[in-house]
């Protein structure tokens, strides 16, 4: 999961590609014979173009920053960032200012192990959650923690196909489970199931993050609650009008679609964010945010989106 960072400083991410170039000319063609007395008719344009480059003969290939699918970000302690390239199975490390560092190629040995999430530990390790479909063609996961340098630290399998991974200030693991009963599992570092919660309220539980005192957010898919929202009065949005729910928070968690917060320690239900169409929640010292395809809401103020992306 993103850790947030103060909005201080924009950290630009390069994105590398090859451009196919095209020249154009306009070439003049003779005019036609004109009848006696009447005016010489202006001479007809045309557009030639010339192919100058191909991609046939590119030399590309996976390098650190130069990422295909964008499927998980993370931040650590030191401003490092930790991304996953679904295309390339791989995690890109880049600098706080956006300079590519490394590159780790996973599952090398496994090419139907496919990463899809990853979180920042306190103690610096990076923790990467991946799926592997079984015999019967269903998912599995596999939960791997590398060291900031890519070193691989451990490794194991859970046959239930978690959504996505948190770690917790005290070092515990945090994973959401869509499928059957939907919840939050809590594992300690060593794969030891401590407690779950969220079985009640939980209908489709598609990302979480915790907050640095351990309360836990939820991304959850169920039935919007309470009137329909109005537009947001905010700056003009890059692609349609906010949807945002400006109300406080309601106790009632039933079929929410927004984010559920739980209390840290005891896990109990605290409230909920009636938010429709929200897709991942990340939490830091600038605050918790959720993002919404181009949006990026401040969970506190919903009605107020930060435009971060262009259309």
Not at 82 to 108: E, M, Q, T
């Amino acid at each position: 999961m993103p850790c947030p960072r103060p909005l201080q400083h924009a950290h630009p991410i390069v994105f590398a590609s090859w451009a196919l170039l095209l020249l154009a000319g306009v070439l003049g063609l003779p005019a036609e014979a004109a009848p006696s007395g009447q005016a010489t008719p202006t001479p007809r344009q045309a557009s030639v173009y010339r192919w100058v480059d191909t991609w046939a003969q590119a030399d590309w290939h996976a390098s650190a920053g130069r990422f295909a699918s964008a499927g998980d970000i993370t931040v650590d302690g030191a401003g490092r960032h930790y991304l996953i390239d679904r295309v390339h199975d791989a995690v890109h490390v880049l600098a706080s200012d956006g300079r590519p560092l490394a590159l780790w190629r996973l599952h090398a040995e496994d090419p139907a192990s496919h990463a899809r999430r990853l979180d920042a530990a306190p103690d610096g390790s990076i923790w990467v959650l991946s799926w592997r479909e079984n015999a019967f063609g269903q998912p599995t996961s596999q939960i791997e923690r590398f060291s900031s340098a890519g070193q691989r630290l451990g490794a194991w399998w859970d046959a239930r196909p978690f959504g996505d991974i948190a770690i917790g200030p005290e070092g515990r693991l945090y994973l959401s489970v869509a499928s059957d009963r939907p919840r939050i599992v809590v594992l300690s570092d060593a794969a030891v199931e401590v407690a779950e919660f969220g079985a009640a309220e939980l209908q489709v539980p598609v990302a979480l993050d915790l907050d640095a005192e351990g309360r836990i957010y939820v991304v959850n898919h169920g039935r919007s609650i309470g009137t329909a929202p109005t537009p947001s009065p905010g700056p003009p949005p890059t692609r349609e009008p906010s949807l945002a729910s400006g109300q406080s928070a309601t106790p009632e968690p039933a079929a929410t679609d927004g984010v559920l917060v739980f209390a840290p320690r005891s896990f109990a239900f605290e409230r909920a964010h009636p938010i429709p169409g929200v897709g991942d929640v990340a939490s830091g010292p600038a605050g918790t945010f959720v993002s919404r395809e181009l949006e990026i809401l401040p969970l506190d103020r919903p009605d107020r989106p930060l435009y971060a992306l262009p259309f």
